[in-house]
């Protein structure tokens, strides 16, 4: 229906109200505010509608990453990001452990799903032992991405991050089993300097320590050196102890270039 076709239309309204309001007489306060109410509607309707505004917002920039997602592996091995890499990688950083007082390999390890710890049963060796995807995981713990295979307990004072790749991960380490890997990334010397050291204490004769220096040296080198001492005790048992002494210095020439070389060594008794 055309505009003027609608304006007729209510000319005819309001001349049939005028004369029903005439010939009534007390009805015309009605009639008139019907047709006030009728006349508005369809001047409302004629009306175009209003579009919503557009609020400009102001971008969104991210300056900081989120501390427990490391971008990459530390193994050349994994040469691309994690997200690229066609096996599910899992990485346990250090600001982790130290936030959860992690003093062991196995601390650090019970952030990961999949992993159980064993109690060293089925031939009573001593050391850690963990079982991944269902599969004994002894003889699949890396340091640094060579196979350790020691039957001891794993501190981590010298721990910067423990990655766990799980699946087969014979393409990359050789021989394994089938549940995956479990790799220890030693702390390595950094460009700028770093003095730190954790004291804590407990009841049933519990005292640990632990330092962390490094300091750069000439042109495109440092030194860094992370040592541990524990005596832990067995609480209300006699004649039980248990002491732990660490002791891992490492030094790394052109700091910073594709061409870096590191020598390290690690002792634990």
Request: aromatic share 8%.
């Amino acid at each position: 229906m055309s505009r003027q076709e609608k304006r007729a239309k209510e000319r005819k309204l309001r001349k049939a109200l005028r004369k029903i309001s005439l010939a009534a007489g007390e009805g015309v306060g009605r009639a008139v505010a019907f047709s006030f109410v009728l006349s508005s509607s369809s001047a409302i309707a004629a009306e175009p509608e209003k579009k919503e505004e557009e609020f400009a917002l102001p971008p969104v920039v991210v300056t900081e990453q989120n501390p427990y997602t490391p971008p990459e592996a530390s193994l050349p091995k994994l040469a691309v990001p994690l997200q690229d890499t066609p096996q599910q990688v899992i990485v346990v950083p250090e600001k982790l452990i130290q936030e959860q007082a992690g003093t062991t390999l196995r601390d650090a390890l019970r952030n990961v799903s999949g992993i159980s710890i064993t109690a060293s049963e089925a031939g009573g060796s001593q050391g850690d032992g963990f079982t991944l995807r269902g599969f004994n995981a002894r003889n699949d713990i890396f340091l640094d991405g060579v196979r350790d295979q020691g039957t001891y307990f794993r501190d981590a004072f010298n721990i910067q991050s423990v990655e766990v790749i799980k699946g087969p991960s014979s393409s990359y380490f050789g021989r394994g089993s089938t549940g995956g890997i479990i790799n220890q990334v030693s702390k390595i010397p950094l460009s700028e300097s770093l003095y730190s050291g954790v004291f804590s204490g407990g009841s049933g004769t519990y005292f640990r320590g632990t330092g962390d220096f490094n300091q750069p040296l000439w042109q495109n080198s440092a030194l860094r050196v992370n040592f541990m001492a524990q005596r832990a005790d067995i609480v209300d048992r006699n004649h039980v102890e248990g002491s732990r002494q660490g002791f891992a210095p490492s030094f790394t020439w052109d700091l910073g270039t594709p061409t870096q070389a590191t020598i390290s060594y690690f002792g634990q008794h």
